[in-house]
Structure formats: structure tokens, C-alpha cells
């Protein structure tokens, strides 16, 4: 399990806290937004395999230097986005977030994969489901991946929130249905060829003229064909 730490030496208070966890393939794209109440120092860790990094302060794009201890950072509005492969333990999500400094607002959201669903069905009514803990805020959906969000206000310093979420593929049908609608175009083209009718094509015997000598000696012409 991997801990998001973020430290300031101003201990300024954050407004908003937000972190989108979007899971593809083995890999997890993370997009950190991070509001204070004034601009100061922060401290911002990163995973040691974080690749793919981008800091934006103030709304800016900006160069960083990664230390020992993370990204340095001095703002008011941060926005840290990386590439890790923590986070996930096969197809768990795994996270454990502590708060260094109190957060006014926090939001976690974890946008699972295409044809991933949970490993035991979640009640709609009361969003209650052995596979994700703690229970979520709400649960959204952009037509092909299921979005899990948790939403928690005034937290203090050295509050934790740990998060658990288990998951698995369905298989899509669309190759299959692909597949099927193949075989049937296949199938109506042999057909359509097969059933065209033939061009015959009529050989004609030539005739051979023979002439035949009478006993009275006159000629008689007579036709046959050859074959």
C-alpha cells in the first residue's frame, strides 16, 4: 500500500484536497489537485516508479526537481499528475492517504477499467457492497467504465482515510458479435455466388460434305457431322 504524504512548512490549511485514480491496464494515471488557503511550501511525494510527470502551480506549467524527499513546490493552486503501477494488487486497489494538514474538503475518485466490475454486486440504495470499503459518497459511469467516489469535509491533521476496492473483467461480447456477423456476411456472398446461374456454352460439330459417285456416274452430295 502506498501512503500519499504532502507536507508544507507555512502549514497553510488546504481548501480542497481532490485525487482522480484512473485505472488502464496495469498502470494507474493519477491527477492530484491540491487548493491552500495561501501560497506556500509543500513537500509533494511521488511513487518511485512515477513516470510521465507534470506539475502545474498557479495554473502554470512548471519545471520541478525531484529530491530525496519529493517535489518541492511553492503555490497556492497545485496540480500534480503521474503514472504508477502502486495502488493495485492484481485487480485490488489499494489506498492509505494521511493528512499532514487539516483538508476542508476531500474527494477521492477511482475510475475503474473498461469491462471491469466488482467481485460482489453493490446495492444501488444503499451503495453497500462487500468489495468496496469504506462505503462511497456515490457512484457515477460514462457509459463504459464505473466511477467509485468518496467524499469526506473537515479533516483534521494525521486523520487517515483507507480505501479497498475489488474488481474483475467481463469478458466483452463484442468479438464475438463481430465474429458471428462475419461468418453471416460470408455465408450470403457464397450463397448470392453459388446460386447465379451458368453461361452455357454450345459447341458446334462442323459438317463434313461428302460426295458419293452413282453407278450412272453422277455426283450426290451428302452432309454429316464429324464425331
Known amino acids: 500500500i502506498f501512503i500519499i504524504l504532502f507536507s508544507s512548512f507555512a502549514y497553510a490549511k488546504i481548501e480542497t484536497f481532490n485525487v482522480d485514480f484512473r485505472v488502464v491496464d496495469n498502470k494507474v494515471h493519477v491527477e492530484e489537485s491540491i487548493i491552500l488557503d495561501k501560497e506556500s511550501n509543500f513537500i509533494l511525494e511521488l511513487p518511485e516508479d512515477a513516470s510521465l510527470i507534470t506539475l502545474d502551480l498557479d495554473n502554470k506549467l512548471s519545471n520541478y526537481t525531484i529530491t530525496n524527499d519529493g517535489i518541492n513546490v511553492f503555490a497556492k493552486d497545485i496540480k500534480l499528475n503521474y503514472v504508477t503501477t502502486k495502488f493495485l494488487d492484481k485487480q485490488n486497489f489499494l489506498l492509505d492517504f494521511k493528512a499532514i494538514d487539516d483538508i476542508n474538503r476531500f474527494s477521492i475518485k477511482l475510475i475503474l477499467p473498461t469491462y ?13 457492497s462487500n468489495a468496496v470499503f ?4 456515490r457512484l457515477e459511469s460514462d457509459g463504459q467504465r464505473l466511477v467509485i467516489v468518496w467524499e469526506r469535509s473537515n479533516l483534521k491533521k494525521d486523520d487517515s482515510f483507507s480505501a479497498l476496492v475489488m474488481y474483475k473483467f467481463e469478458k466483452s461480447n463484442t468479438l464475438f458479435y463481430i465474429g458471428i456477423l462475419s461468418i453471416l456476411f460470408i455465408g450470403v456472398i457464397l450463397f448470392i455466388v453459388l446460386r447465379k446461374p451458368r453461361a452455357k456454352i454450345i459447341v458446334k460439330k462442323p459438317k463434313v460434305i461428302k460426295k458419293v459417285v452413282k453407278e450412272d456416274g453422277s455426283n450426290e452430295t451428302e452432309a454429316s457431322t464429324e464425331g
Do not use: F, G, Q, Y
Not at 471491469?116 to 453497500?128: G, N, Y
Not at 469504506?134 to 459518497?137: F, G, M, R, S
Open 116 to 128: 471491469a466490475v466488482l467481485t460482489r454486486p453493490i446495492d444501488e440504495t444503499t451503495l453497500a
Open 134 to 137: 469504506p462505503k462511497p459518497t
